[in-house]
Nanobody, 123 residues
Framework: VQLQASGGGLVQVGGSLRVSCAAS????????MGWFRQAPGKERDFVAA????????YYADSVKGRFTISRDKAANTVYLQMNSLKPEDTAVYYC?????????????????WGQGTEVTVSS
């Protein structure tokens, strides 16, 4: 499975941005897709995940109510809509896919990773 993230950029505080992640290859092996983010000098943190088949979604507390993860199964693409952005949302955002059933919040459990897309929230 190959993952290609896109859509990052510079946005002002309170603004919105949508990042996308297109999957190709053996996508039938994906059960969960997720988004993680890594700020400079910090660890990679869980942001959101979606069960690829059923569509159930899961969020980190820090983004609940502001971010929405969704997927387009026909296009093999997962999206992360980010609203009410804050400076602390600034990070490189990575999409990931897990070939094991069940949601994990741990980056180590994900099998495939995209290259990352940078999101900068300016004040």
């Amino acid at each position: 499975v190959q993952l290609q993230a896109s859509g990052g950029g510079l946005v002002q505080v309170g603004g919105s941005l949508r990042v996308s992640c297109a999957a190709s290859g053996r996508t039938s092996s994906m059960y969960v897709m997720g988004w993680f983010r890594q700020a400079p000098g910090k660890e990679r943190d869980f942001v959101a995940a979606i069960d690829w088949s059923g569509g159930s979604t899961y969020y980190a507390d820090s983004v609940k109510g502001r971010f929405t993860i969704s997927r387009d199964k026909a296009a093999n693409t997962v999206y992360l809509q980010m609203n009410s952005l804050k400076p602390e949302d600034t990070a490189v955002y990575y999409c990931a896919a897990d070939k094991v059933r069940g949601i994990s919040y741990r980056s180590i459990d994900y099998d495939y990773w995209g290259q990352g897309t940078e999101v900068t929230v300016s004040s």
